[in-house]
T-cell receptor, first 114, second 116 residues
Framework: AQTVTQSQPEMSVQEAETVTLSCTYD???????LFWYKQPPSRQMILVIR??????QNATENRFSVNFQKAAKSFSLKISDSQLGDTAMYFC???????????FGEGTQLTVNP | NAGVTQTPKFQVLKTGQSMTLQCAQD?????MSWYRQDPGMGLRLIHY???????DQGEVPNGYNVSRSTTEDFPLRLLSAAPSQTSVYFC???????????????FGNGTRLTVT
């Protein structure tokens, strides 16, 4: 079974600064997807970024980028130029390419301070 | 498109009561699923379905039933509510092919359930 671990329950950052959220996972699969989801206080789950394991290039979406280290089974999220609206719970998630179950980490509560 | 619609948004039950959480999507997604979110535990999969008439258990299925009679709807039934089922419940859907999820999940806005 796959496991996803987010070792930082809480983090904070000053507005306009950069922050990195950590995620590690355990799998014997070679092909899979990794995701970061954001959950603001509204409780809505919003997809931030997605990475396919077969792609060596790290995914980027505007201010959000990942550092995907397949051999180390690490998938960190970097948020540049942090904004107050980035305050949310962030979840890392794993999906086998051949699977139908998304496995989530415990979440990291990020607070952006003015 | 309304996306994924969950009702109700909030619910309080007494121990032993039953209820159904409703989930509907209008994106013609084959795959639908139910998660529960508890502090410090992330989201855990309860049940899922890869198409009408097909359901399967997830990580924490005990105490819950599901059915999938149509592509659009995937209700979650609590047969006899227990305080341990106090949680926030999310329904999510996605395109899938051959029983495999192949696109990101779209989530509903969640249902906060309290069992006293």
């Amino acid at each position: 079974a796959q496991t996803v671990t987010q070792s930082q329950p809480e983090m904070s950052v000053q507005e306009a600064e950069t922050v990195t959220l950590s995620c590690t996972y355990d799998t014997s699969e070679n092909n899979y997807y990794l995701f970061w989801y954001k959950q603001p206080p509204s409780r809505q789950m919003i997809l931030v970024i997605r990475q396919e394991a077969y792609k060596q290039q790290n995914a980027t979406e505007n201010r959000f980028s990942v550092n995907f280290q397949k051999a180390a089974k690490s998938f960190s999220l970097k948020i540049s130029d942090s904004q107050l609206g980035d305050t949310a719970m962030y979840f890392c998630a794993f999906l086998r390419t051949s699977g139908s179950r998304l496995t989530f980490g415990e979440g990291t509560q990020l607070t952006v301070n003015p | 498109n309304a996306g994924v619609t969950q009702t109700p948004k909030f619910q309080v039950l007494k121990t032993g009561q039953s209820m159904t959480l409703q989930c509907a999507q209008d994106m013609n997604h084959e795959y639908m699923s139910w998660y529960r979110q508890d502090p410090g535990m992330g989201l855990r999969l309860i049940h899922y379905s890869v198409g009408a008439g097909i359901t399967d258990q997830g990580e924490v299925p005990n105490g819950y039933n599901v059915s999938r009679s149509t592509t659009e709807d995937f209700p979650l039934r609590l047969l006899s509510a227990a305080p341990s089922q106090t949680s926030v419940y999310f329904c999510a859907s996605s395109y899938s092919g051959q029983g495999r999820v192949n696109s990101p999940l779209h989530f509903g806005n969640g249902t906060r359930l309290t069992v006293t």
